[in-house]
Nanobody, 120 residues
Framework: QVQLVESGGGLVQAGGSLRLSCRASGSTFSINTIAWYHQTPGKQRELVAGISRGGTTRYADSVKGRFTISRDIAKNTVYLQMSPLKTEDTAVYYC??????????????WGQGAQVTVSS
């Protein structure tokens, strides 16, 4: 089993920045990719960005050039640096972990979610 704990959400004005963290614990040897998803009411979760153990990354078109995903293997932590934020980035952000690379990824584990609210 793998446990994922997100942190770093909050309220920020448009144009501002936030950094989300996802710390993995447990059987982390079993996972290769950690990804961030976001979800707004009434919509499905959508992939925002993913990163593999080897450093391969994938981004949704809507965040390319604005968000950066990175990892600290020693800390079993993946970060999502978000800047500049737009009001449409408002959502609950979840991290997920699983096997495969960021393009062929099956989510085996989910975190509890972190609210990000961007005000105009």
């Amino acid at each position: 089993q793998v446990q994922l704990v997100e942190s770093g959400g909050g309220l920020v004005q448009a144009g501002g920045s936030l950094r989300l963290s996802c710390r993995a614990s447990g059987s982390t040897f079993s996972i290769n990719t950690i990804a961030w998803y976001h979800q707004t009411p009434g919509k499905q979760r959508e992939l925002v960005a993913g990163i593999s153990r080897g450093g391969t990354t994938r981004y949704a078109d809507s965040v390319k050039g604005r968000f950066t995903i990175s990892r600290d293997i020693a800390k079993n932590t993946v970060y999502l640096q978000m800047s500049p934020l737009k009001t449409e980035d408002t959502a609950v952000y979840y991290c997920a972990a699983g096997r495969g690379d960021p393009w062929h990824f099956r989510e085996d584990y989910w975190g509890q979610g972190a609210q990000v609210t961007v005000s105009s």
